[in-house]
């Protein structure tokens, strides 16, 4: 968020800031209603600064911007700047006014937030935890202990890392719920950003966060002090911190491997003779089985040539498949592995045979429900139109991917 | 059958119908007017012939030579089948994958390009990597948007028409991931280079300079000393840059590989921010407003941080240094005898261009100089060669790099005396593939 320039131009620039200013106030029409509502003056004013406006622009245009493009585009609405210009800086220039209490904020988490982050910030395996690993002490220093060289602490969570209130405030308003964002009101935003703050015990569990006391609140964070800024990687023409040498012969090294791929992770990525080309001087290796006793050449393991992939199936393969990726149920499902809630085939293995699994599954896909593959909810979907639902209901109960 | 075509080589070669049997004959003489029916005649012709000369011919040579195969002798498929376009079917190999356990959520995960199988220096397309932080669009062009506000003397609008009535520059360069390679500053973790390095491209992007568009719209050269960049999807992904980087040589971009963006690249406009990492590529670009301080967006704050061992976090280090690879052989392959082989890989440096990459194949002890191909262009990959004579001995490849700065691509011990080994960006450390006697290639940390 930023104030556009005329309104802070030094006044050694006061000939182009009284250039400047009636251009901008001309264009956007909320400005001229505004004129015009001066009973008797309005069109005489509202003409003299048009007028203005047409001086303004030809004397930049032809001072600074004689480009023949320069005028492609138009000029951006008040209201338009307004919808995008989102964004909250460290200063908490771009915070918008309000306020939202500890208990608005829990509220929104168990309903929006909590099916991944967890009911106390500390996500369930899928999503960096947000609370945890700071401490009492933290807070008073600014600084985190639990980041130091020697912690055993095994996660690195938000709360851990961030030194500026904006950047949470922000990224909750532009970015979550994570599969609707910017649908929160802004009590919300402070609200859920509030209830992080409690879990962190930086506020009291009775705090309400507002514009007034956001930076206040910022003199808290655990780790306030602990960002640096490093120039030289910042800057193209900077050096950079790490200093190798060219040697070409004879260099000081030590031939000892010190870490290799362990034996249990040769498959991890699958086969990856599959992913190398069929030709070629060189062949992806079979990881399936273990590593042959010769070279191919020698009359060792012979290298099986891959057959080449078929193209992978079309993506009309099925209506429900586009229809769960298109309302986000591969956000917390996918297709044969479990991510938030279960697979697909899981829950079609399930409910394999039920009489009504058809009906069954639509209601839980509409109405949501817990406790079936699990504590975590599967949050009611009513904005799922009800063919959809259907589609996607047959479709597991047909037996999935 | 070679004499009767030394009878009349020099003259009008016969119909085909002069090498059938009278009763292939008359079926291709059914069905002349049929186009593919004579197709059909020709091909049934030859594999009689090659049925005929049998296993004579496998003496004398290979089937692939002798007997000549169906698409020698057929007719082949008409233009326009398929009007864009696909790689041979025999290439479905080469694709970008996923890493198992990287991620758990895919519309906020990564796909790796298939290093180990390209060519020069231009990914393809639909190879090119890609990272969502909140999955990807295909946005209806004509109602997108960029809109450039802040320390502004004229807040505007464009329309994607207005953008491409602008003047366009095309450049060619890489893109990486701050966290390519990332998963190995502690231990190897991964078996092929489309893991380890996969999360770099290199394209021709067009688009209008942004400093076209700071001008256009009278950007505050006194203060404005920032730019952040905004995305329309839904994480609004947002990154501050230096106006030093915004008015030398970013582009707002609408193409590449001389093709429209790719949705999973940002279709119809991105952020091309050349040398700095990816993320702050801003895809399905909304926004662009000047500044006077830093923003401190999530992606500059929490993520994309580097942790030094102290505890504190290097914030805003977005230069990509300079960094190798050898993509073959390289990591999970396997060579499929001894003797020769040309060593090819990659190099970049995000503050300039390349100057020279040398080679080693005994774990860094002694180099050589490889050749580097052409064009070497600034910020994108430069594709090098070497030559090799493998003795068939176990052996540990290498490649370093030196960019126009004279900086010289560390080792990984260096960088972990700089930073620690809890950091998960930036890691740009020289690569080790060691090659075993049977011919495997491994992913190996030697220093």
Redesign the interface.
């Known amino acids: ?6 309104n ?1 131009l ?1 006044p050694v620039a006061c000939s182009l800031r009284a250039a ?1 200013s009636p ?2 106030g001309a264009m956007p029409a909320p400005r001229h209603s505004r004129l015009r509502g001066i009973p008797g003056l309005g069109r005489a004013r509202g003409a003299a600064a048009l007028a203005i406006a047409g001086l303004a622009l030809a004397a ?1 245009t032809a001072s ?2 004689t ?1 023949p ?2 005028d ?5 609405t008040p209201a ?2 307004k919808a ?4 909250v ?3 908490f ?1 771009g915070l918008p006014k309000g306020a939202g209490s500890v208990a608005k904020g829990e509220e929104v988490w168990e309903a929006k937030c909590a099916s991944c982050h967890g009911s106390f910030g500390e996500s369930n ?3 960096t935890p947000i609370v945890g690993g700071t401490t009492k002490a933290d807070i008073e220093r600014g ?3 639990n ?3 020697g ?1 055993s602490f095994p996660q ?1 969570t ?1 709360m851990m ?4 209130l ?2 949470l405030w ?2 909750i308003n ?2 979550m719920p ?1 599969n609707a ?2 649908t929160l009101t802004t009590e919300e935003v402070y609200g859920v950003t509030a209830y992080i703050l409690s879990l962190a015990e930086v506020v009291p569990a009775d705090f309400t966060l507002s514009d007034e006391n956001i930076a206040e609140v910022q003199k808290r964070l655990p780790n306030r002090n ?5 120039e030289p ?19 000081p ?9 362990p034996d249990f ?2 498959d ?3 086969n ?1 003779q ?12 079979d ?1 399936t089985r273990p ?7 020698s009359g ?1 393991t012979p ?1 099986a040539l ?1 057959a ?4 992978p199936a079309a993506a009309g393969a099925g209506d429900a498949k586009a229809l769960v990726n298109a309302n ?1 149920c ?2 917390c499902h ?1 297709m044969k592995n479990k ?1 938030v809630g279960p697979g697909f085939n899981e829950i079609a293995a399930k409910h394999k045979g039920r009489a009504d699994a058809e009906s069954y599954l639509l209601s839980k896909i509409r109405g949501g429900g817990s406790g079936v593959f699990g504590a975590i909810p599967m949050p009611p979907q009513p904005d799922l139109k009800e063919a959809d639902a259907r589609a996607i209901a047959q479709w597991i109960a047909a037996g999935a991917p | 059958m070679s004499k009767d075509l030394s009878d009349v080589i020099g003259r009008v070669l016969p119909a085909p119908e002069n090498h059938l049997s009278a009763e292939k004959l008359e079926l291709a003489r059914k069905a002349r007017r049929s186009f593919m029916g004579k197709a059909l005649a020709m091909g049934a012709g030859v594999a009689g012939t090659a049925a005929g000369a049998g296993k004579a011919l496998a003496a004398e040579g290979e089937a692939a030579i002798l007997q000549l195969p169906p698409h020698s002798v057929g007719l082949g498929q008409p233009v326009a089948m398929d009007g864009y376009g ?1 790689p041979s ?7 970008r ?1 996923e ?3 990287l991620t ?5 995960s990564v796909s790796f390009t ?1 290093l ?2 390209l060519f020069g220096i231009i990914t393809p397309s639909g190879l090119h990597f890609e990272r969502h ?3 990807w669009w295909d946005i209806d062009p004509s109602q997108h948007r960029l ?13 994607m028409d ?1 953008l491409m ?3 366009s520059v095309s450049r060619i360069h890489f893109i990486e991931c701050g966290a390519n390679s990332a998963p190995e500053w502690g ?6 280079v ?2 380890t390095h996969g999360m770099v491209s290199c394209c021709e992007f067009t688009g209008v300079l942004l400093s ?1 568009l700071l ?2 719209c ?3 050269k ?3 000393k920032y730019v ?1 960049a ?1 995305g329309a999807d ?3 992904m ?1 990154r501050t840059i ?1 106006m ?2 915004a008015m ?1 040589d970013c582009i707002v971009a609408w193409a590449m590989n001389g093709e429209m963006l790719r949705p999973e690249n940002g279709y119809p406009l991105r952020l091309v921010v050349p ?1 700095i990492q990816g993320v702050s590529w801003v895809k399905y670009l ?2 662009i ?10 992606d500059e ?2 993520h994309y ?15 990509q ?1 300079c960094k190798s690879v050898i993509t ?2 390289s ?8 003797g020769y ?2 060593v090819t890989g990659l190099a970049w440096s ?2 300039g261009s390349i100057k ?1 990459v ?1 080679v080693s194949v005994d ?5 050589r100089t490889a050749r580097l191909e052409g064009p070497i262009l600034p910020k994108a990959l430069t594709r090098f060669n070497i030559d090799w004579v493998w003795d ?1 001995k176990p052996a ?1 490849l290498q490649s ?1 790099a ?1 960019d126009s ?1 004279g ?5 990984i011990n ?2 972990r ?4 080994t ?1 950091s998960v960006y ?1 890691q740009n450390a020289i690569q080790s593939w ?1 090659v ?12």
């Open positions: 968020m930023n104030t556009p320039v005329d802070m030094p400047a251009l901008k930049v600074a911007q480009k493009w320069n492609i585009g138009r000029y951006a338009e700047v995008w210009d989102i964004d800086r460290p200063d220039k395996e899928v999503f600084r985190v202990k980041l130091e060289e912690s690195k938000t890392k961030v030194a500026t904006s950047t922000d990224y532009r970015a994570w964002p910017k602990g960002m640096v800024f490093y990687l910042w800057k193209v023409n900077g050096k950079g911190d790490v200093k190798n040498v060219a040697c070409m012969k004879d260099c090294v030590d031939a000892t491997i010190r870490s290799s791929l992770a040769r991890a990525h699958g990856i599959e992913q190398n080309r069929v030709i070629g001087p060189v062949r992806g290796a990881t590593a042959p006793k010769a070279l191919p050449a060792g290298v891959a080449p992939k078929p193209a986000s591969t956000a996918g991510i | 696909k079917k025999w290439e479905g190999n080469l694709q994958r890493s198992p356990g758990r959520v895919s519309q906020a298939p180990q199988g932080h909140q999955g809109m450039v506000n802040g320390l502004v003397k004229r807040e505007r609008v464009f329309t207005d009535r602008l003047p231990n190897v973790a991964l078996p092929s489309q893991y076209t001008e256009m009278g950007y505050d006194k203060n404005g952040l905004e839904g994480s609004s947002t230096d030093e980087r030398d040398g909304r926004r407003e000047v500044g006077d301080q830093k923003y401190a967006t999530k704050a929490i941080v580097d942790h030094m061992p102290d505890g504190t976090h290097r914030q805003y280090t977005g230069i240094e073959t052989p990591g999970s392959q396997t060579l499929l005898d001894k082989y040309n995000g503050r020279r040398d774990g860094g002890r002694n180099w068939g540990i370093r030196i700065t900086y010289v691509q560390p080792k260096q960088l005396a700089a930073r620690g809890r930036h060691r075993a006697e049977n011919g495997e290639v491994s992913n190996v940390q030697v220093y």
